[in-house]
């Protein structure tokens, strides 16, 4: 299967390609979805061991429960529930909260970061204070370019709080640069 095919297949013909044994349409479905999947994961968890572990678990469950998916919404939007699924039951199970600040980086990192004049660099290390559940969504809709009603069926959050999640974590960087940049001019 050419390399351009593969990309243009619907979701359905995905689905009916996996669900008749083609790997290659399964592979496919993988290749379409993955990014989001490592956005979901990468933002959630922070043990890289734990992070492919968790891929490789998502995958596992879109495969055994692939002939249970309805069509209501976009593959890729279910394929990213369970991926924010697994990483809430994970989070769960090693009783962390994803609404909670992360916790905060070596102060010789922050130093380090804090010297760096490079903009990518320093929104970067804001990107990171912010809780998990802003980062997710601030992935989804900016780096995903998700739509809100998406997002809202991936996390299974209301639509009007995406909304108000991603203009208090938008609001917080903000604030946060300003005052970085700030304190770097005097």
Known sequence: MSQQLKHTLTDRQLVDLALGGDMHGFCCLV??????????????IQAE???KDIAQDVYLKV??????????????????????????????K?????????????????????LQKELKVLLAAELARLPPIYQTLIGL??????????????????????KSYLFRARKQLKDSMLSIYKKEKL
């Not at 290749?31 to 959630?44: M, S, Y």
């Not at 692939?66 to 697994?86: E, M, R």
């Not at 994803?98 to 804090?114: K, S, V, W």
């Open 94 to 114: 090693q009783q962390l909260t994803i609404y909670g600040p992360p916790e905060r980086a070596a102060e010789d990192e922050t130093d380090r970061l804090l």
């Open 63 to 92: 495969f055994r429960n692939l002939k249970g998916f309805k069509f209501q919404s976009k593959l890729s939007t279910w394929v990213g529930q369970i991926a924010y699924n697994a990483c809430l039951n994970r989070l769960q």
């Open 31 to 44: 290749e379409n979805t993955e990014r989001l999947v490592a956005q979901i994961v990468g933002k959630l």
């Open 141 to 162: 809709y900016h780096h995903e370019e998700l739509s809100y009603l998406e997002i809202a069926a991936i996390t299974g959050l209301p639509e009007g709080t995406v």
């Open 49 to 51: 061991e734990d992070r």
